[in-house]
C-alpha cells in the first residue's frame, strides 16, 4: 500500500461509470491509491469494484460498503476517517462521473507545494470552465457564490462548492470529524470555511468542468435548502465558539 496519495471517490449507481474511472486514474499513476464509498447501489457498482479490487488492484482499490445512501458528505468524513487511520499524506476528494478530469489529478497534487487545501476550481477569477451544464444549474452555483461570499465573507474563494479537493493530511488532522454536520454540496462549504477559520493555505487550481457522461445527476431539493441555512449556521457558530470553532 502506497501511503502518499489517496483518492477517494463516493458512489451511488454508477456503474457505467466505475471502471472506466477507476481505470483512468491508475494509468495515470499507477502508484495512487483509490477508495470507492458506495451507498449499497443496485445497479451493481460495489460489485465491479470488488471484482476490480480482487483480480487487478490489489493493496491499491478499496472499497466501504454502505447500507443506505447516506449523504455525500458522511460519505467523506468515513473517506477521511480511513485516509488518515492509514496514513495518507494526500487525500483527494472526486466525483465518479467523469465530471472531474483524472488528467487534473496531478496538478492539484503540484499545487499543495503552496498549499494546505487545493480546490479545483469551476470559475477561477471568473472565468468559466463549465461544459454541457444547464443554464439553471449554472446560476444556481453563481447565486450560491455570492449568497456564500456574503454570509461567511469566503472572499478569497472563487468555487465554494466544487467537490475536485486535495487535502494535505494536516488540514483534516485538526477537522474534529465527528463535528462536521452538512450532508449535501454544503459540505464543500463547511470544509472551506473550516480551513480558512483555522488559518491553512487554500488554492484554487482551474480546471475545465464537464457535467457527467452516463447516469443521472443526484441533485435534490433538501442539498439546496441545506445550502442556504447551514452557511448562517456557520457564521453564527464561529462567532460564538471563536477560536474553539
Same mark, same amino acid.
Given at each position: 500500500?502506497?501511503?502518499?496519495?489517496?483518492?477517494?471517490?463516493?458512489?451511488?449507481?454508477?456503474?457505467?461509470?466505475?471502471?472506466?474511472?477507476?481505470?483512468?486514474?491508475?494509468?495515470?499513476?499507477?502508484?495512487?491509491?483509490?477508495?470507492?464509498?458506495?451507498?449499497?447501489?443496485?445497479?451493481?457498482?460495489?460489485?465491479?469494484?470488488?471484482?476490480?479490487?480482487?483480480?487487478?488492484?490489489?493493496?491499491?482499490?478499496?472499497?466501504?460498503? $454502505?447500507?443506505? +445512501? #447516506?449523504? @455525500? *458528505? !458522511?460519505?467523506?468524513?468515513?473517506?477521511?476517517?480511513? %485516509?488518515? &487511520?492509514?496514513?495518507?499524506?494526500?487525500?483527494?476528494?472526486?466525483?465518479?462521473?467523469?465530471?472531474?478530469?483524472?488528467?487534473?489529478?496531478?496538478?492539484?497534487?503540484?499545487?499543495?507545494?503552496?498549499?494546505?487545501?487545493?480546490?479545483?476550481?469551476?470559475?477561477?477569477?471568473?472565468?468559466?470552465?463549465?461544459?454541457?451544464?444547464?443554464?439553471?444549474?449554472?446560476?444556481?452555483?453563481?447565486?450560491?457564490? $455570492?449568497?456564500? +461570499? #456574503?454570509? @461567511? *465573507? !469566503?472572499?478569497?474563494?472563487?468555487?465554494?462548492?466544487? %467537490?475536485? &479537493?486535495?487535502?494535505?493530511?494536516?488540514?483534516?488532522?485538526?477537522?474534529?470529524?465527528?463535528?462536521?454536520?452538512?450532508?449535501?454540496?454544503?459540505?464543500?462549504?463547511?470544509?472551506?470555511?473550516?480551513?480558512?477559520?483555522?488559518?491553512?493555505?487554500?488554492?484554487?487550481?482551474?480546471?475545465?468542468?464537464?457535467?457527467?457522461?452516463?447516469?443521472?445527476?443526484?441533485?435534490?431539493?433538501?442539498?439546496?435548502?441545506?445550502?442556504?441555512?447551514?452557511?448562517?449556521?456557520?457564521?453564527?457558530?464561529?462567532?460564538?465558539?471563536?477560536?474553539?470553532?
Amino acid at each position: 500500500m502506497n501511503k502518499d496519495v489517496l483518492i477517494i471517490i463516493p458512489t451511488y449507481n454508477e456503474i457505467d461509470n466505475i471502471e472506466h474511472i477507476i481505470k483512468e486514474i491508475f494509468n495515470i499513476n499507477e502508484s495512487y491509491n483509490i477508495l470507492i464509498v458506495d451507498d449499497n447501489s443496485k445497479d451493481g457498482t460495489g460489485e465491479i469494484v470488488e471484482h476490480l479490487k480482487k483480480n487487478f488492484y490489489q493493496n491499491k482499490l478499496f472499497c466501504i460498503h $454502505r447500507k443506505g +445512501k #447516506l449523504g @455525500l *458528505g !458522511t460519505a467523506y468524513i468515513e473517506g477521511f476517517k480511513f %485516509g488518515l &487511520k492509514n496514513k495518507y499524506e494526500y487525500i483527494f476528494e472526486m466525483d465518479a462521473d467523469f465530471s472531474h478530469k483524472p488528467e487534473d489529478i496531478p496538478r492539484l497534487l503540484a499545487a499543495t507545494k503552496e498549499a494546505d487545501l487545493v480546490i479545483g476550481s469551476r470559475f477561477y477569477k471568473w472565468k468559466l470552465s463549465v461544459v454541457n451544464w444547464p443554464l439553471k444549474r449554472l446560476i444556481l452555483s453563481m447565486l450560491g457564490y $455570492r449568497y456564500v +461570499k #456574503l454570509v @461567511l *465573507g !469566503t472572499t478569497g474563494l472563487y468555487d465554494n462548492t466544487s %467537490g475536485f &479537493k486535495c487535502f494535505s493530511r494536516a488540514v483534516l488532522e485538526a477537522f474534529d470529524l465527528n463535528k462536521i454536520k452538512s450532508t449535501g454540496y454544503c459540505f464543500q462549504i463547511e470544509l472551506n470555511f473550516r480551513a480558512l477559520k483555522k488559518g491553512f493555505r487554500i488554492k484554487e487550481v482551474p480546471i475545465i468542468f464537464e457535467d457527467r457522461r452516463y447516469g443521472n445527476s443526484k441533485m435534490a431539493r433538501n442539498i439546496i435548502q441545506e445550502a442556504l441555512i447551514m452557511p448562517v449556521k456557520l457564521k453564527i457558530e464561529s462567532i460564538l465558539k471563536g477560536k474553539e470553532f
